[in-house]
């Protein structure tokens, strides 16, 4: 998957030995707080007017804005800096050459860059919510990367003068409706108008030879007329999801189109097939060669009839064709592959396909039963998922994982003479009935029998390693599972009111996606794939009791989010897949032993979040929470206050002695009590250990022995209240050493 990913979980570096404030300098200015390393802001957080102070040369919000924990009114330069200035709350540099920042919350509807502008700075006017309407005269430049993104801007003018323009120009722009564009520009770059989906129209520039890879990627209502100068089309989804039809200057020498798709000028590769032309497909025999990114995710193809001389098909190329009834092989098809790409969902998504049809003929592939086989029937290829009766040929050896999607079948046979595979029940597992191979989709319970080691066939599968984040697997298999049991005797698993577990029950293993009401997360549970509930469409309230991230796409009946005491972190995405099918919650508790937020603002814009007042201490991006009401209401939710924690407490200090540690503080009077912790890795902020829990709030001092630190001293108290029941931490404060 190709998209921008967020920062999931996040560190914070801490490097004295003895320091007596918790976090890296920050400077504070209305209710904006930015962080500042080398004269550079590197981000900011808050809402109202941004002040650049003195000193400041570098101006870097980029990362705060795409995590909307920024929402600018305005800037404000302190007088004496060399580097910036103002006009109207927006931010330029000195001589007024390049515009930095347009305030992404600053109201008003239409904005006009003046020529006196050589460059627009990239991300400029990214975000903003209220501008529809910008205008750049004639005289600026170049435009940089990111520069609209994510902005709410509906028409935009760039002259001529325009030469040099960044990637992702206009990315995830969805009500941008039309762009006047007469820059003199090469290219249109990577991602300059990905995920505009409102574009219905674009003129490209004669000048332009070239289009990028997700140049146009999920322009759905756009009507493409390449020029007669362009060369190059990226095969990496230039047009992917995109494109209501193709036109081609007739006098353009290397690409054409015939009824709205796009070939190659020859003919003899299809490049891309519009993602909204409906109804079936004749491919002409001209074509050689097929882009693989020509019909993924085309959700209105009904049918497609390869071309007579195409010898190689990769079927992943068909991937998300949901509505695709019928394919057509041609008799000289010889090699059907599935491509070096991961199955994100199984079955290539193709729910519908009824039929497949390869001539008799055909020397490689053969079809018994409707499914797809390699001659011999040792190999299954593909089959259709919308069918009843899935009959297996009994030489059949080889069932690639994830063959088949949300299928219908109602029941599955093999022979018994087959030395692979078995049916028990309508399902079909391998010889040992160790691993289930196929699983019907119209099944609402299931027991695991006691053999069963292996269910993966019916897990979501989200990878968490920083180099490859993503979803390798989606189950579309078990999609109408409301409640799983497993056998007594089964040594991997155990089943509590239909939810699936390991052994000892510290994995969640298996939620059934059609479960309805409410369901808490045992404490005795460690272990969650992040992709655990995504589409579990029937869960209606969710109570999590672990610091873990979670995925909640597709949980639509999902009303009422919970963290429990105890969770120090909250990290959720509620549409981590940006498909528009992610949870829209209506209530989310945090806890009072709440340290980490780490949610956007797409977990559904009706949320009204509940909370204590002065909990909380780091933001996603690690710069420190001011409260947790302003990062609520920053990120555009409703906020409920549950009552409020002690204020951070003052001159602590802790005196170390021979063999003891003597802490001391001043009383808070708001506090039922205090406790003294540290961290035993540094940078580790989820691993605290407690050295001492004081009872009672008046209490000023107390001591423990040194070696309960060894040779740490970086030792931090906080106040508690009890309200209702619960201890309601407030923000730490570092305590300062004296030896």
Not at 136 to 159: E, L, Q, R
Not at 454 to 474: I, R, Y
Not at 613 to 636: A, C, F, Q
Not at 678 to 706: M, Q, R
Request: glycine residues 8%.
């Amino acid at each position: 998957m190709n998209k921008k990913l967020p920062q999931r979980f996040f560190l914070l570096a801490i490097c004295f030995i003895c320091i007596g404030v918790y976090y890296n300098y920050i400077e504070a200015f209305a209710s904006i707080r930015v962080k500042v390393e080398n004269n550079k802001i590197v981000r900011a957080e808050g809402n109202g007017v941004l002040a650049i102070g003195k000193n400041i040369k570098v101006v870097y919000l980029d990362t705060s804005l795409w995590k909307g924990e920024l929402d600018i009114t305005g800037f404000k330069v302190d007088s004496g800096n060399k580097y910036f200035t103002i006009v109207d709350g927006v931010l330029f540099n000195k001589d007024k050459s390049e515009l930095v920042y347009y305030p992404n919350a600053k109201k008003g509807a239409s904005y006009t860059v003046k020529k006196t502008v050589n460059t627009i700075n990239g991300s400029a006017f990214a975000y903003n919510k209220h501008l529809k309407d910008i205008t750049i005269k004639n005289g600026v430049k170049s435009i940089g990367f990111d520069a609209f993104a994510y902005s709410n801007v509906k028409n935009v003018t760039i002259p001529g003068s325009i030469s040099s323009i960044g990637g992702g120009l206009f990315s995830g722009c969805k009500k941008l409706e039309k762009v006047v564009c007469d820059a003199d520009i090469s290219s249109i770059t990577s991602g300059m108008f990905s995920g505009c989906s409102s574009l219905k129209t674009f003129k490209i520039p004669d000048s332009v030879i070239k289009i990028m890879e997700f140049a146009f990627k999920g322009c759905k209502e756009l009507e493409v007329k390449i020029g007669k100068n362009i060369s190059h089309i990226s095969n990496t989804e230039a047009f992917y999801d995109a494109a209501v039809s193709f036109e081609v200057d007739k006098d353009n020498a290397f690409y054409k189109s015939i009824n709205g798709v796009l070939y190659s000028k020859d003919g003899t590769k299809l490049e891309y097939y519009p993602y909204k032309k409906a109804g079936g497909y004749i491919m002409p025999d001209e074509v050689l060669e097929i882009n693989n990114m020509a019909f993924i995710d085309n959700t209105f193809i009904t049918g497609i009839t390869l071309s007579n001389n195409i010898k190689e098909f990769d079927i992943y190329s068909l991937y998300g064709c949901t509505s695709l009834e019928s394919i057509v092989f041609p008799e000289g098809i010889e090699n059907i592959i599935s491509g070096n790409r991961e199955l994100t969902r199984s079955g290539y998504n193709l729910r519908s396909l009824k039929e497949i049809y390869v001539p008799g003929s055909n020397a490689k592939y053969k079809i018994y039963e409707g499914c797809l086989y390699s001659a011999g029937y040792k190999k299954l290829c593909l089959v259709p998922a919308d069918c009843e009766s899935l009959v297996i040929h009994g030489n059949t050896e080889e069932i690639p994982d994830g063959i088949v999607c949300q299928n219908k079948f109602k029941e599955i046979k093999i022979p018994d003479s087959n030395p692979y595979y078995t049916v028990k029940d309508n399902i079909l597992y391998d010889k040992t009935m160790s691993k289930i191979i196929i699983f019907p989709g119209t099944l609402e319970t299931y027991n695991v029998p006691a053999t069963v080691s292996d269910v993966s066939v019916l897990l979501n599968d989200f990878c968490t390693d920083p180099e490859d984040e993503g979803f390798e697997k989606l189950d579309n298999m078990a999609y109408n599972l409301k409640s799983i049991t497993a056998d007594a005797g089964n040594s991997y698993f155990k089943a509590v009111d239909g939810v699936l577990y390991n052994k000892d029950k510290t994995e969640l293993v298996l939620y059934p996606q059609k479960r309805g009401g409410a369901y808490k997360i045992p404490k005795s549970v460690t272990n969650i794939n992040p992709a655990v509930f995504t589409y579990a469409t029937g869960l209606e309230e969710l109570t999590v009791t672990r610091n873990k991230f979670l995925v909640l796409n597709g949980c639509s009946a999902l009303k009422k989010l919970s963290y429990a005491e105890g969770v120090t972190v909250v990290s959720v995405d509620g549409d981590w897949m940006e498909n528009g099918d992610g949870v829209q919650l209506s209530r989310l508790y945090l806890p009072g032993s709440i340290k980490t937020l780490a949610f956007d603002n797409n977990i559904g814009k009706n949320t009204t979040v509940y909370a204590y007042n002065n909990t909380g201490e780091y933001g996603s991006g690690k710069i420190p929470v001011k409260d947790v009401k302003t990062y609520v209401t920053g990120l555009g939710y409703k906020y409920k206050s549950l009552g409020a924690a002690p204020k951070t407490v003052k001159g602590g200090k802790a005196v170390i002695s021979g063999s003891k540690v003597k802490v001391s503080w001043k009383t808070l009077p708001e506090a039922d009590g205090y406790r003294i912790s540290y961290l035993p890795e540094a940078g580790n902020i989820y691993n605290e250990t407690v050295l001492k829990n004081i009872s009672g709030g008046k209490k000023v001092s107390c001591s423990f022995k040194k070696s309960k630190i060894g040779n740490k001293k970086k030792i931090y108290i906080r106040a508690y209240k009890n309200i209702n029941g619960i201890k309601v931490f407030g923000k730490p404060a570092e305590l300062k050493c004296v030896i």
